[in-house]
């Protein structure tokens, strides 16, 4: 925040694009001094969740001192859809379309972008006369191997021209064009190392982009104040100065090691500036060797680096894994980027059930809801959704042969309901009857098949709005209906979906 002026102007219809309850970018209040203005999507540790999709960017935005954008409201279920709205800020004769897309799944986000028109990109109306250069800024997990793992460049459309790649932490951060596609990544990384991972021990860069015209350059500027990290591999039996026999040798190797990078950054960080204690990480592969007590270990070190009790790291080759059986009472540290982390659609086929109205897909995105977002009405919402379309008549028939499945849900249902009060009933037809029933099913608890129909039949409807803070069904859509800003009409032009 100062008094130094704005030099771009922002040409669309910024409450498509922005989510903030002014409509338009911060500098334009004539309130706020903003001087330097930020434009930021969210990623994957302060994205949307709970009743309102509320995230922490939400806050900052309220109080104008950022210019949230690429925020979606998917809804639970299905492959939704979405329409990205770019950002046009013009410099002259400069043109720059900024388009954001904040942290999504990423399984649904490979869905969307598989399925035909379930991402929408709004092109600037104007494209013939003027030349925009496209930018895309992105925070989801690459893809490497497995198609779950991540996404992939090439789903991306090729009218893009440079996409700024968020969420990986490796500083990646000089441009790399992708081959067929016409645009070119750049992966920033993270600003500090948050793991002890060799990608994290790269020098850590912030890039400056300069645009003019179509043309672009980067400039990256390395971080001066990140605390220094030094990362190596060893393999003990390649070392003929270590004896299998002799714990004595294994020490003496790896301490020669620790001082070497300790040395090192003491003579690497620059005269004049602070020395932080660094961080030491050691891998080694200890096969054919007992392993030594990595905290006993870092004893020495304490006042020296900044993660003494955590300076080795053991591990097996792949190879000897294969034809060694592990003890379960082995003493090596666990890593636990290699534990086992079991989905939903991996625990379903080894219980042999058959969801006929839950969906896979949406549990599972309920449970990284739940798990990662700390999103305690996850389920809750997903559950009554599923209960809401499963009841509705002609939008999802059950069959025939979904009714154990929809037993299931009844009983589900019926656990909410008291068995000591009546639950005022939410069909005004049955109000006068509902304290009758609940009479009857308090005298007959569990009474056979005979007791089970009558206690079907004569069973009261229950107001799921009642067990939850959110609003009815009906009025959350008014509500949201009164909350939207409708699209000013002839700013952007067709909808549009370029794929790879």
Request: proline share 5%.
């Amino acid at each position: 925040m100062n008094d130094r002026p704005v030099q771009f102007q922002v040409l669309s219809y910024q409450a498509a694009s922005l989510q903030n309850r002014f409509g338009q970018v911060n500098y334009e209040d004539s309130n706020y001094n903003i001087g330097l203005p930020v434009f930021a999507i969210h990623g994957s540790h302060d994205g949307p969740t709970g009743v309102d999709n509320m995230s922490s960017n939400d806050i900052l935005s309220a109080g104008n001192f950022l210019n949230y954008f690429g925020k979606t409201d998917l809804g639970c279920t299905g492959i939704s859809k979405t329409t990205v709205y770019p950002v046009f800020i013009r410099k002259g004769k400069t043109y720059v379309a900024l388009y954001g897309v904040g942290n999504i799944k990423d399984e649904r986000l490979n869905r969307m972008l598989n399925e035909p028109h379930a991402v929408n990109w709004m092109l600037p109306e104007i494209r013939d006369e003027i030349d925009w250069f496209n930018i895309l800024v992105l925070h989801q997990k690459r893809k490497k191997a497995s198609p779950s793992s991540g996404v992939s460049e090439r789903l991306l459309p090729r009218f893009l021209d440079l996409v700024i790649w968020g969420h990986e932490h490796e500083c990646l951060i000089d441009p790399e064009e992708v081959s067929g596609m016409g645009f070119h990544v750049t992966q920033p990384g993270s600003s500090i190392a948050t793991s002890l991972i060799n990608a994290e021990a790269k020098p850590k860069h912030v890039l400056l982009l300069e645009i003019k015209g179509t043309q672009y350059r980067s400039t990256k500027i390395p971080l001066q104040s990140v605390r220094p990290f030094e990362y190596v591999e060893v393999v003990l039996e390649d070392q003929v100065d270590v004896d299998p026999s002799d714990e004595a040798t294994i020490h003496a190797y790896l301490h020669k090691i620790v001082s070497n990078l300790i040395e090192k950054v003491r003579e690497t960080t620059a005269s004049g500036s602070e020395l932080k204690l660094p961080l030491v990480r050691i891998k080694v592969d200890y096969s054919g060797f007992s392993i030594i007590n990595s905290k006993q270990f870092g004893q020495k070190y304490v006042g020296k680096v900044a993660n003494p009790q955590d300076i080795l790291h053991f591990t097996k080759s792949g190879e000897r894994c294969k034809n060694t059986q592990e003890s379960t009472n082995s003493f090596g540290e666990v890593d636990t980027n290699d534990l086992n982390k079991q989905t939903i659609e991996a625990l379903i086929p080894e219980t042999n059930l058959q969801l006929e109205i839950l969906h896979l897909n949406d549990l599972n995105s309920a449970l990284h809801e739940f798990v990662n977002n700390d999103d305690s009405m996850a389920f809750h919402s997903y559950l009554k959704q599923s209960i809401d379309e499963a009841r509705e008549p002609g939008k999802k028939p059950i069959t025939k042969g979904r009714q154990g499945s929809q037993n299931l849900l009844t009983g589900a249902l019926s656990v909410l309901e008291s068995d000591d009060e009546p639950i005022e009933s939410s069909d005004p037809e049955e109000s006068g009857s509902s304290q009758q029933t609940g009479r009857k099913r308090r005298a007959a608890p569990g009474g056979g098949d005979g007791g089970s129909a009558a206690s079907a039949a004569g069973r009261r409807k229950t107001d799921l709005a009642s067990f939850q803070r959110a609003p009815k069904k009906e009025d959350d859509a008014d509500a949201s209906k009164e909350r939207r800003t409708p699209v000013a009409p002839g700013r952007y032009g067709a909808v549009i979906r370029r794929r790879g």
